[in-house]
């Protein structure tokens, strides 16, 4: 008697559930394959849609890459640096009014300030984050602004706006420089 209660202890600890005792049932059918050929096609799906996605952006870049190209060849400064040129300081009365710039003036200096931008473009090329995020947002002003002016060519008060607009693009890319060559100058 002994022996038989060791023995039932003994399964009862190997097999607490007692599962030994169950019947064999063999399932009717493999559940497995259609969830793995369900699983691969879904997984071809996404492959799919990253390499469609990945060709889009590749293609995307080149045809901006090859727009900004074409127009910097198109688009021949009249110097290779250019200078901003002042208009004349006007010095008579001190209760005189300074004379307001002429339209020709205002044009040509936002001509040689594009001139400047391009130019610090492809030399410094891109702009840390912060900075960039100011440039973004002067360029997007620059372009509401050129819309204005399709309108109205002839607006002095929006060439001043342009004017100013890109100097402050060209004092972002000067401060980089002056950022820059003072880590420089520090190591």
């Known amino acids: 008697m002994k022996v038989l209660n060791m023995?039932?202890?003994?399964?009862?600890q190997e097999d607490p559930l007692n599962l030994r005792s169950l019947p064999l049932v063999m399932p009717e059918e493999d559940g497995w394959p259609p969830i793995e050929s369900?699983?691969?096609?879904?997984?071809?799906?996404?492959?799919?849609?990253?390499?469609?996605?990945?060709?889009l952006a590749v293609a995307a870049t080149l045809v901006l890459a090859l727009?900004?190209?074409?127009?910097?060849?198109?688009?021949?400064?009249?110097?290779?640096?250019?200078?901003?040129?002042?208009?004349p300081v006007v010095q008579e009365v001190e209760s005189a009014p300074l004379m307001a710039?002429?339209?020709?003036?205002?044009?040509?200096?936002?001509?040689?300030?594009?001139?400047?931008?391009?130019?610090?473009?492809?030399?410094?090329?891109?702009?840390?984050?912060?900075?960039?995020v100011y440039q973004v947002e002067?360029?997007?002003l620059i372009v509401q602004v050129d819309e204005e002016l399709s309108m109205d060519p002839g607006s002095r008060e929006l060439w001043g706006q342009r004017v100013n607009l890109l100097l402050d693009v060209?004092?972002?890319?000067?401060?980089?420089?002056?950022r820059d060559y003072?880590?420089?100058a520090s190591l």
């Open 7 to 12: 023995h039932e202890i003994r399964q009862k």
């Open 38 to 55: 369900a699983l691969r096609q879904q997984n071809r799906r996404g492959r799919l849609w990253k390499g469609v996605g990945g060709t």
């Open 67 to 87: 727009a900004l190209l074409l127009g910097q060849r198109f688009e021949s400064p009249a110097t290779d640096t250019p200078e901003i040129v002042a208009a």
């Open 101 to 132: 710039p002429t339209l020709e003036s205002l044009i040509a200096m936002s001509q040689q300030l594009e001139g400047r931008v391009r130019l610090y473009r492809e030399q410094m090329g891109d702009l840390n984050s912060n900075a960039l």
């Open 138 to 140: 002067l360029q997007d």
């Open 170 to 178: 060209t004092q972002l890319y000067e401060s980089s420089l002056r």
């Open 182 to 184: 003072q880590q420089m």
